[in-house]
């Protein structure tokens, strides 16, 4: 401390008769401590000295100047430490700023605690959208009595956005009823959530197909779905209560029988509903009948009208094709295939010239090749058909069409019905499988052929030049196993197909396992590790039936399967229906590596890939009229 700054502070202090002239060397000797000192120049305004007198306390007696200015106290003063006094209007608007520092802090803690309280009244009180979480649960539905279909299909129902699983069998232990020509029936809606049955209904026989649909396109319509059955059952149900919306009179069959699913058809009759087809077959004659339904009250649109067929085979179809142009035709056969233009069936069905709209509209390139009778019969393919299904066509609002033949497969442009281009397979008897492997967004195709005793041999075609771009061969003692795809947003697919279990040590399939032939597993390709497969879940018993639905809120898609067995001796098969979410299964799949790759793929790797993976609705298939349909023998 200066000498100056020393002299200024202690000023106030006077002489002493006791102790003598103040000597600041000597006040370093007294009882007075250096943090002291420290202590009094750190005073304020009058506040704390030596730590002990407050604001406001009396001036010492000893100091002369205090006592002289007694007298006229003013605010402008010096203050008992030499420090001067802060004007009245700076102590005032410092009280003011504490105001305005205590009222905003209270504020902003006030609006605080509200928030909170908003968000924990949202959280308990808002329904959350149902998450599927892994979503995994297998539902037994008991012992079925019989039947060989296998019909399963999805649709949200309930309208909680997660599909619902519907399908239909025949109960054990009942017996052929009074006056119905098969064995009843249940047509049953579990939950897609749970496996909760949600509805059942009864059937008057077997149930063929099951197409869940909306027939008000643009309108907030409920479900409907559509239940053909073996002989003449048509019925279209309410998908959220279960209730049959109205029945076809199988009167209007005379002695047919249904031939095939209905297939759903352009609004004929200008009511605003969709309408259906129904192919019926003669009982005594090769003659196949078309029969117009209204979809809004089932009741027949003009009368039946008939075809006489010339074929061998398995009969294909019906399906209805709807060109670039917007012209309807109907392809149907006896292993081959023919089409017929709806406007001429329409035409002889109400008697009459004039057409609709929508069915005024004819493709030059499908009506050249009429017969040279001008028949109202087109060929488009004759050679050992097998199966035909519809796939999308790339750059285009059409289909083309892959026909399954004993020799192989064969994919004709839908525009103009020329080949596109031919592969030799012997032995294909399941449909292909389309999804996206290769990188030229062109639909490609997965095959299950059978590949000697207790094999078979699984391969992608590449759509664009029908050439083999992956296989291989896996052991696998169930005949005609179903296989499914599921499309992600990079437009790639992830296969899925059962066979028997791969060792993820040794995946030669010439090892033989110790596992029984009735265990199967799931296995799922993914084109970016073509070397590698997935063992997704695993099954006793024989899996008749598969269909994947899409879990839009999460991107997520789930995999429901339909199997029988095994069945003990002298007691009927048991019916399972399961449900399984995808992306849940491909972080706890086992991997098996089928090939050594450079450099080698590592489980973390892996699932680092896989965890990103969202999928979306297939765009495979064109489904604005309909369902996609295979050969029925």
């Known amino acids: 401390m200066s000498p100056a700054l020393a002299g200024g502070f202690f ?36 506040g704390v000295k030596n730590g002990k007198s407050p604001l406001g306390e009396a001036p010492e007696p000893d100091s002369d100047a205090e006592v002289a200015g007694a007298g006229k106290p003013r605010l402008s003063e010096v ?56 979503s995994t649960w297998s539902r037994h539905l008991g012992p079925q009595g019989g039947g060989d279909l296998s ?44 496996g909760s049955t949600l509805w059942s209904s009864p059937l008057p026989e077997e149930a063929r197909d099951i197409t869940c649909l909306d027939l ?23 998908g959220t209560s279960g209730k049959a919306m109205w029945t076809l009179n199988p009167n209007y069959l005379s002695n047919g029988t249904l031939a095939a699913p209905a297939v759903v058809l352009p609004d004929v009759d200008e009511d605003g509903v969709r309408d259906l087809a129904v192919l019926a077959i003669g009982e005594l004659q090769p003659d196949l009948c078309f029969l117009l339904v209204s979809g809004r009250t089932g009741s027949p649109v003009g009368r039946p009208v008939k075809y006489n067929i010339v074929g061998v085979g398995n009969l294909i179809g019906p399906q209805v094709y709807i060109t670039t142009s917007g012209a309807a035709y109907i392809l149907f056969g006896f292993g081959n295939i023919q089409a017929v233009a709806l406007r001429d ?34 060929d488009v393919y004759s050679n050992g058909v097998e199966l035909l299904q519809m796939v999308k066509a790339p750059d285009s609002n059409s289909s083309n069409l892959l026909i399954t033949t004993r020799q192989g497969l064969v994919l004709l442009r839908g525009q103009n019905l020329t080949p596109s281009w031919a592969l030799g397979v012997q032995g294909l008897r399941s449909q ?57 947003v990079e437009q790639k697919s992830v296969f899925l197909f059962w066979a028997e279990g791969l060792s993820a040590a040794s995946p030669n399939p010439d090892v033989l396992g110790t596992e029984p032939p009735s265990l199967h597993h799931l296995y799922l390709l993914h084109p970016t590790f073509p070397s590698i497969l997935l063992d997704l879940a695993n099954a006793t018993g024989t899996v008749t039936a598969s269909e994947v639905g899409i879990n839009d809120l999460w991107k997520d898609a789930f995999y429901v399967t339909r199997t029988t067995g095994p069945s003990s001796e002298g007691h009927p098969a048991p019916l399972v229906v399961s449900k399984l979410s995808l992306r849940w299964a491909l972080m706890e799949g086992q991997m098996i590596q089928l090939e050594e790759t450079t450099p080698k793929i590592g489980r973390g790797e892996l699932r680092r890939f896989l965890s990103r993976i969202k999928f979306v609705d297939s765009p495979y298939q064109v489904t604005s009229l309909g369902k996609k349909e295979c050969g029925y023998s």
């Open 11 to 46: 000023s106030t202090r006077k002489k002493s008769p006791d102790l003598g002239e103040y000597d600041p060397l000597t006040q370093a000797d007294s009882d007075e401590s250096e943090d002291d000192l420290v202590l009094n120049l750190q005073q304020k305004n009058g």
């Open 216 to 238: 008000t396109p643009g309108n907030l319509a409920k479900t409907v779905c559509l239940v053909t059955g073996t002989h003449k059952m048509l019925s279209a149900f309410n």
């Open 432 to 488: 292909p499988t389309p999804g996206y492997f290769t990188d030229d967004e062109t639909i490609d195709f997965l095959l299950q052929i059978p590949n000697g005793v207790g094999m078979k041999k699984v391969m992608v075609v590449d759509g664009d030049s029908g050439l083999v771009t992956w296989s291989y061969s896996i052991p696998c003692h169930m005949k005609e196993t179903p296989a499914t795809s599921a499309a992600t």
């Open 79 to 134: 203050t008992p430490e030499g420090f001067p006094l802060e004007p009245l209007g700076a102590l005032e608007q410092k009280a003011a700023s504490s105001v305005v520092s205590y009222v905003r802090t209270s504020v902003f803690l006030l609006m605080l605690v509200v928030s909170m309280v908003l968000v924990l009244v949202c959280a308990f009180l808002i329904p959350c959208p149902p998450r599927d979480l892994h």
């Open 345 to 378: 069936i329409f035409v002889q069905a109400q008697n009459r010239d004039s057409l609709p709209p929508s069915l005024q509209i004819e493709e030059p390139e499908w009506e050249k090749r009429r017969s040279v009778n001008l028949s109202e019969l087109i």
């Open 151 to 194: 019909p399963l299909d999805l649709a949200d129902v309930n309208g909680d956005g997660l599909r619902d699983v519907l399908l239909s069998f025949v109960p054990s232990g009942n017996g052929s009823a009074a006056g119905v020509s098969g064995p009843p029936a249940v047509l049953v809606c579990l939950s897609g959530m749970n």
